[in-house]
Each structure stands twice: as structure tokens, then as C-alpha cells.
């Protein structure tokens, strides 16, 4: 299985990017897709997830209301949509899929529950 990010760039802050990861290789069972991101210097953090099967999401409190996780069955690809972007957005975003069912747990927000990583796209905003 293999997960391929793109779409970052350099903008301005208040632009808007979308982000894709289009997932290929053997068919895989798919509970949750997943956002996450490195800023410089900084360790790894959640962005947003959402179920494969419902669609259902739940983001970051920084995110939150700026950016729209979503997913295309027919082309098998996750998106995030960024708006207003800010220069803390700055990182390297990296798209995730969990195969795994982790019992009592409904939105899959850490690293771990994650089996499968895309390489990852820089995105860089500039005040």
C-alpha cells in the first residue's frame, strides 16, 4: 500500500491550499484517513481525521473551522482543504490510513493508530 501526498506550496497567509493523498497498491480495509503535520523543530502532530465508511471528522482545535478533511471513494483519494492559513501552518503534512479497528476508539488522532503514511508535502506560509 502505498499513500501519495501533494499539493503544498508556498503562500501568503489568508491563501487557501488542498492538499490530496491518493492511496494505491493491494486493497486494504480502511477504518479511518487521517492529517497530520511536522512543523520545523517541532515533533508530529494531528490535523484531522475522518471515517472511511461514515464520513464523519473531528480536527485539531487549531484547525478548526479553517480546514475540511474529506475523502473520494471513486478515486480513492483523501483531501484537505486549508483556508485562511496562517504562518503557524507551516510543516510538513503527512496523510495516514489506519486498517486497524482499535476498540473504544472513535476518531483515531494519534500516530500510532496509523498504518500506513504517505511521504509527506511542505507547505510553507509566509506573513
Known amino acids: 500500500v502505498q499513500l501519495q501526498a501533494s499539493g503544498g506550496g508556498l503562500v501568503q497567509a489568508g491563501d487557501s491550499l488542498r492538499l490530496s493523498c491518493t492511496a494505491s497498491g493491494r486493497t486494504f480495509s480502511r477504518y479511518a484517513l487521517g492529517w497530520f503535520r511536522q512543523p520545523p523543530g517541532k515533533e508530529r502532530e494531528f490535523v484531522a481525521t475522518i471515517k472511511w465508511n461514515s464520513g464523519s471528522a473531528y480536527y485539531a482545535d487549531s484547525v478548526k473551522g479553517r480546514f475540511t478533511i474529506s475523502r473520494d471513494y471513486a478515486k480513492n483519494t483523501l483531501y484537505l482543504q486549508m483556508n485562511s492559513l496562517k504562518p503557524e501552518d507551516t510543516a510538513v503534512y503527512y496523510c495516514?490510513?489506519?486498517?486497524?479497528?482499535?476498540?473504544?476508539?472513535?476518531?483515531?488522532?494519534?500516530?500510532?493508530?496509523?498504518?500506513?503514511w504517505g511521504q509527506g508535502t511542505l507547505v510553507t506560509v509566509s506573513s
Open positions: 495516514a490510513a489506519s486498517s486497524t479497528y482499535h476498540s473504544g476508539i472513535y476518531y483515531y488522532t494519534r500516530s500510532a493508530q496509523y498504518d500506513y
